[in-house]
């Protein structure tokens, strides 16, 4: 993603190097993906992999970030 003019920073660096919609999608999805099977492996196996659920937080980047060029701007 090239930085428009009127793009904040935080959309910037959450789409850094995503070139197309649907590539930060799939990133979306993936993290949604990996932080729900952090959480599943840490209810029986080791506790400290509960930490993979952060991912929720970049899932949440991604769709803000998607959201954002969505209604401000557009995509290459």
């Known amino acids: 993603?090239?930085?428009?003019?009127?793009?904040?920073?935080?959309?910037?660096w959450g789409l850094?190097?995503?070139?197309?919609?649907?590539?930060a999608w799939v990133?979306?999805?993936?993290?949604i993906l990996l932080a729900l099977v952090s959480m599943l492996l840490a209810l029986f196996f080791e506790r400290k992999i509960?930490?993979?659920?952060l991912l929720f937080?970049?899932?949440g980047w991604y769709w803000a970030s998607i959201?954002?060029?969505d209604e401000n701007?557009?995509?290459e």
């Open 27 to 31: 990133f979306c999805w993936v993290c």
């Open 16 to 23: 850094w190097g995503i070139k197309s919609r649907k590539t």
């Open 50 to 53: 509960w930490a993979g659920g």
């Open 67 to 69: 959201k954002w060029v």
């Open 1 to 12: 993603m090239n930085k428009k003019k009127d793009m904040p920073e935080w959309v910037y």
């Open 57 to 59: 937080l970049a899932a």
């Open 73 to 75: 701007s557009s995509w």
